[in-house]
């Protein structure tokens, strides 16, 4: 049982172990995220089982993912679980390796390129710098109803030496940009969004905390993005 990272959806990002795994797999379970030419890589014999949860649509539940790894694994098949960008974030990595390992199946995780990593190469910027931006953090914009979590450590997102990557954060960002000014972060922060990147209509757009936090009052959200804001965002 491989749990394999695919990178944030362009197939040059997947890693050599992943085009291997997904080479020689039986069977592999993917997200839509984790769908598109990377799964050109799978074996065409395999079976392609699509689990994906979308925010905002129909989603398979999480114990009925589980419920199908562990039953192909148990069969004896080779099977891939391929998760988009790396497993191991924002993935619920924890609670499939929790049934596996309930179940006493063996696995692997195979890292990969995070989308958060390939959105900053695509805008040409690096996620840190020396004195200035120290830190990087990953954080979530939604919780598991969809809102803002209420549990924000804001001292820590509205420090102004740190970069910033938001995943699932279009539709609260409005909300989380009221609280970064509340908590001290100037409204003219550098921000980036950085929309299907590593797919053909890879959108990138260089901005500031507050003209994106008036921009995504109105956007409609059909495709991942990221937020990345820091003193680093908006760097040429
Ligand atoms: C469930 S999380 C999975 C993150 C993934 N494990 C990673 O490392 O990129 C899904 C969120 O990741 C971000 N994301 C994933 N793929 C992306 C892409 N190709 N372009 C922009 N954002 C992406 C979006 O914020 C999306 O809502």
Redesign the pocket.
């Given at each position: 049982m491989s749990l394999v990272s695919a990178g944030?959806?362009d197939p040059e990002l997947l890693t050599l172990k992943a085009v291997d795994r997904l080479a020689r797999a039986e069977v592999v379970l993917y997200d839509d995220?984790a769908s598109g030419p990377v799964l050109d890589h799978a074996n065409p014999d395999a079976m392609l089982i699509a689990v994906g949860k979308r925010a905002g649509r129909p989603s398979a539940r999480q114990d009925h993912v589980n419920a199908l790894l562990v039953e192909h694994a148990l069969a004896g098949r080779r099977v891939v679980r391929l998760?988009?960008?790396?497993?191991g974030?924002?993935?619920r990595l924890e609670e499939e390796l929790a049934a596996l390992t309930g179940a006493g199946i063996a696995f692997e995780i195979v890292p990969g390129v995070?989308?958060?990593s390939a959105?900053a190469a695509a805008a040409g910027i690096p996620l840190t710098r020396r004195l200035t931006a120290r830190r990087v953090q990953f954080i979530t914009g939604a919780d598991v109803t969809g809102h803002l979590p209420e549990d924000i450590n804001w001292a820590a997102i509205a420090d102004p030496a740190v970069t910033t990557v938001v995943?699932?954060g279009q539709r609260s960002f409005p909300d989380l940009a009221a609280g970064l000014r509340a908590h001290g972060l100037p409204g003219d922060t550098p921000a980036l969004f950085?929309?299907?990147?590593?797919?053909p209509h890879q959108r990138l757009i260089r901005t500031t905390v507050d003209d994106l936090a008036t921009m995504m009052k109105t956007a409609s959200v059909s495709q991942?993005?990221?937020i990345i804001y820091g003193p680093l965002a908006f760097y040429t």
């Open positions: 944030p959806g995220l998760k988009s960008g790396d497993s974030i924002f993935g995070t989308s958060a959105a995943f699932m950085a929309e299907s990147v590593g797919h991942p993005g990221l």
